[in-house]
């Protein structure tokens, strides 16, 4: 694996979705704590898939940008020589072209069964909860990863970082672990690492180099 990406809420900012930490952040009105932990869905579920579907049915107003699109590029030109992960639970990368995108935090258009684990697609408003198609149990959540839980595919990720030879960070605030350490990690086995941001996040220094500005236009030049 030569090329693994890792990107965060900062790429899809300029379609219009907003990020989690930045001044209008989407926690803006809503703690990240209140939503966006399995206690805060075990006290106030309603409120919690309202959240969501809120997220939901904003995507369907918004499109991918040239960063989404270039990074789709890139898919085609490299082909197993990449890897891309992201934070985000938005689709705006598989919409920009990209068909293998690792989603580490969850996707939102996915449900996740709490009683048997089954992910099956989101099927419209699940405020009314209806029952798994799995098992039948009333147990559907949003199939994200929230505080406390374990990322998906971490087994996957940490092998191709081993084998990276760049690692790239866009637009990722470097707040949430792990995928915070993954630039560590991959300079430790001998990555290069470039961190593409609109300003210098929180592990800015662990990086080789870090470009500054907006993905829209920093990424499509990377790429070309
Ligand atoms: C632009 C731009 C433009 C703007 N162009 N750029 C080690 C140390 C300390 C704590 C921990 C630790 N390990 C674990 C923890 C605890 C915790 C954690 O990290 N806490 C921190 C707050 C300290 N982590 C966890 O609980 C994780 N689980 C875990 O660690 O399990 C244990 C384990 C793991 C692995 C192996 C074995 C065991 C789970 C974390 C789950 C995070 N979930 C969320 C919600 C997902 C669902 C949802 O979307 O609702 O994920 S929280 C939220 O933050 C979301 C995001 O994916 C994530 C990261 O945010 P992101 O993408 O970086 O966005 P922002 O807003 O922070 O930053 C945007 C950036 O873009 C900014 O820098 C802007 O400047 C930039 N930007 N416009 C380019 N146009």
């Known amino acids: 694996m030569r090329v693994v990406v890792l990107t965060g809420a900062g790429i899809s900012a300029e379609s219009g979705v907003p990020t989690f930490r930045d001044a209008d952040g989407l926690w803006e009105g809503h703690r990240v704590e209140d939503v966006a932990t399995p206690e805060a869905f075990d006290a106030q579920p309603t409120v919690v898939q309202q959240f ?3 997220r939901r049915a904003a995507l369907t107003a918004v499109e991918p ?3 989404h699109v270039a990074l789709g590029r890139l898919e085609e030109v490299l082909g197993d020589d990449f890897y891309l992960v992201t934070q985000n639970i938005d689709d705006l990368h598989e919409r920009g ?8 935090h ?3 258009r996915s449900a996740l069964c709490r009683a048997c684990g089954m992910r099956t697609e989101w099927t419209g ?4 909860f209806p029952p798994c198609p799995g098992c039948g149990v009333t147990e559907l959540r949003p199939d994200v990863v929230w505080f406390g839980e374990i990322p998906y595919e971490m087994d996957t990720i940490l092998g191709v970082l081993r084998r990276a030879e760049l690692f790239v960070s866009i637009g990722t605030s470097g707040a949430v672990y792990p995928a915070a350490g993954f630039v560590q990690y ?6 290069r690492t470039l961190e593409l941001n609109l300003q210098p996040s929180e592990g800015t220094s662990f990086f080789h180099e870090s470009r500054q500005g907006p993905a829209g ?7 070309d």
């Open 97 to 104: 072209g990209s068909s293998r995108v690792h989603h580490m």
């Open 106 to 108: 969850g996707e939102l």
């Open 65 to 67: 940008n040239p960063a």
């Open 217 to 223: 236009l920093l990424v499509p030049t990377w790429v």
């Open 186 to 191: 991959a300079a430790r086995h001998g990555a």
């Open 52 to 54: 969501y579907d809120a």
């Open 125 to 128: 408003d699940l405020v009314d």
